[in-house]
């Protein structure tokens, strides 16, 4: 099993409220990433980090914000929540090796968030 | 166009049946490639990476090409278990030319019947 974890695992919050997704992970990877995906749709990066004080977008335009002041922490904040923003939210990390270039990806099992 | 595409599925096989799963990507510089699954509901886990020669696990067989930027999952003697989505991913640059990413097929999914 890996050892990277998202908490909470559901939640349900009213409009304009600020909330912060949790993912940390202990098996030392640099890499980082934040995902959003609709029921039975596909995955979407929305924000990515090489390491401690490394964040950048993804592809995928988001309101959220990330911070990596550690590098087994990387939570994500929504500043005011919206319907919108009711999505999964998966977390994953991986081990940056540029000499092992088939570096799997770890998932967390994702935070269901609902906005109402 | 995107970076990785999958056959849009569904497919709905019997048991036992022989199931292939294609995927092309368009960045001719990705360098590493892999066949995730994802249960309804769950987190995507990984099923196997594939090799410039091909490799297989059991029942999978997975291909690559890259001349043809194409790569393939075949099943065999399918069962109930591996009904899911299955994922293709192209680990390749950031628009940004820093760094890699992993990006994902957007899934085919599998229903194997009883």
């Known amino acids: 099993e890996a050892d990277i974890y998202q908490t909470p695992r559901y939640l349900v919050i009213g409009t304009g409220k600020k909330i912060t997704l949790e993912c940390s992970q202990t098996?030392?990877?640099?890499?980082m990433y934040w995902y959003q995906q609709d029921p039975g749709m596909e995955l979407h990066l929305i924000h990515y980090s090489y390491g401690v004080n490394s964040t950048e977008k993804g592809d995928l335009s988001s309101e959220s914000t990330v911070s990596r002041i550690r590098t087994e922490h990387f939570p994500l904040t929504l500043e005011s929540a919206r319907p919108s923003h009711t999505s999964q939210y998966l977390c994953?990390?991986?081990?940056?090796?540029?000499?092992?270039?088939?570096?799997?990806?770890?998932f967390g099992q994702g935070t269901r968030l609902t906005v109402v | 166009r995107k970076e990785v595409e999958q056959d849009p599925g569904p497919f709905n096989v019997p048991e036992g049946a022989t199931v292939a799963f294609n995927c092309t990507y368009s960045n001719s510089a990705s360098q590493s490639f892999f066949w995730y699954r994802q249960d309804c509901r769950k987190e995507p886990k990984l099923l196997m990476s594939?090799?410039?020669s091909g490799n297989e696990d059991g029942r999978f067989t997975a291909q690559l090409n890259r001349a043809s930027q194409y790569i393939s999952l075949l099943i065999r003697d399918s069962k109930l278990s591996d009904s899911a989505t299955y994922l293709c991913?192209?680990?390749?640059?950031?628009?940004?030319?820093?760094?890699?990413?992993?990006?994902f097929g957007s899934g085919t999914q599998l229903t194997v019947l009883p």
């Open positions: 991913v192209v680990n390749s640059e950031f628009s940004s030319g820093s760094a890699r990413q992993l990006t």
């Open positions: 098996m030392g990877h640099d890499k």
């Open positions: 594939v090799y410039s």
């Open positions: 994953a990390s991986s081990d940056f090796r540029s000499d092992l270039m088939n570096t799997e990806a770890f």
